[in-house]
């Protein structure tokens, strides 16, 4: 005879590891808790003893990895709802908001594309050429290739035709055009900006640094193929964000220094059943070179400079911007590539290694030599 139902038992289960937690509190015992409360369909509860966890517990990575699984889970299904929302009843606003929820999930060729059927459908309103504005604005910061640049421009521009008030459009153009040495073209929507909001000083200042400078000589398409060939634009983006580790001086991505990161590499050997390691550097070349002795001598390293290039030219062609990682799985085991500043990084492992687990301390490796600047831009892309 059955005394309590599944349900009675489930809970009792969780209220004991919920005690457990509070009385005894360790990171494993909030992540227990919290994975019991996801078993059960309570996200909110499980993201709730996440939260709880981590104020105990701040470095825990195993708790900030659950924190991420759950945001995810909850943005893929809003990113349903949406869709079912944007089948009964297409809507421009709907269409902003799973755009929206795609850049969140840092999956920016699905908000662009639903950013360009939005257009397709509404092609009146303002949002979707903010968003591929957005974008492209972004991805010219960081990869600094022309055509993002020259579709960032015609995005923007239409936004902010749309709706001459959209300020947040104008301030994108604005910043774009001051770091380009666009002048002419930056300086009327700085006094739109000046005039909307007279009380914003940074607004005021950039009129002042923008109107000191000398008339930029030929056309923006010209001015975005110079900014791409030199790798750097003329001045530094406003408020200090400058593209490619360059952009005027100074530049906001510090260049890396090669015994920097030779000595960051050697936290990445403690990553166990690693058959092979490869690091290097645009500036410097090969920096670190780590291979299985039963491997053929430099055999790793080559194939992952040209697996390397490979993705970053095929990236670009496709028009998604540098490559950023990947991971590759077959008879040799694991690869994880990734690439950021100029600083590239492969890792062959054996097939029982965990694709998280390394990928993890190559994030740790790359906040080591870049600090406090890929922090802030791992944040923004969360």
């Known amino acids: 005879m059955k005394l309590f139902s599944k349900d009675v038992l489930a809970r009792l289960r969780l209220f004991r590891l919920r005690r457990q937690a509070r009385k005894h509190p360790s990171p494993a015992a909030w992540a227990a808790l919290s994975e019991r409360c996801l078993a059960m369909g309570k996200v909110e509860a499980g993201y709730a003893s996440v939260e709880e966890g981590l104020r105990d517990f701040p470095t825990s990575e195993r708790l900030h990895a659950l924190r991420r699984l759950i945001q995810k889970e909850s943005l893929r299904e809003r990113v349903k709802s949406l869709r079912q ?5 297409p809507d421009p606003y709907l269409y902003a908001r799973l755009a929206n929820v795609f850049r969140q999930l840092g999956e920016l060729s699905k908000a662009e594309s639903i950013a360009e059927e939005c257009k397709t459908r509404f092609p009146c309103d303002e949002n979707p050429y903010l968003i591929i504005g957005e974008i492209r604005t972004e991805r010219f910061k960081q990869e600094l290739m022309a055509r993002d640049g020259r579709l960032a421009v015609e995005n923007l521009e239409r936004a902010v035709s749309l709706n001459p008030d959209n300020l947040k459009g104008r301030m994108q153009l604005a910043e774009l ?206």
């Open 177 to 382: 055009y001051a770091a380009l040495g666009a002048n002419s073209r930056a300086l009327p929507h700085l006094l739109h900006l000046a005039e909307a909001t007279p009380d914003d000083e940074r607004i005021r200042g950039l009129i002042a640094e923008v109107g000191s400078r000398p008339v930029e000589e030929g056309e923006l398409g010209a001015l975005l193929r110079a900014a791409e060939r030199r790798r750097r634009t003329p001045y530094p983006f406003p408020g200090g964000e400058c593209p490619a580790g360059g952009g005027g001086t100074p530049a906001a991505v510090p260049a890396a220094d090669p015994a920097a990161i030779r000595r960051a590499a050697a936290g990445l050997f403690g990553i166990r059943n690693l058959k092979a390691l490869y690091v290097a550097y645009e500036p410097a070349g090969p920096i670190e070179v780590k291979e299985d002795p039963s491997l053929q001598a430099d055999g790793f390293s080559r194939s992952a400079a040209k697996i390397l290039k490979a993705a970053e030219a095929s990236s670009r062609k496709m028009d998604m911007g540098g490559f950023a990682q990947g991971f590759l799985e077959g008879s040799f085991g694991r690869i994880v590539l990734r690439r950021t500043q100029g600083l590239e990084v492969a890792l062959l492992l054996e097939a029982s290694v965990p694709i998280d687990v390394a990928a993890r301390e190559v994030d740790t490796f790359f906040d080591r030599i870049f600090g406090s600047h890929r922090i802030a831009a791992r944040a923004r892309r969360s």
């Open 85 to 89: 929302s944007l089948r009964r009843r």
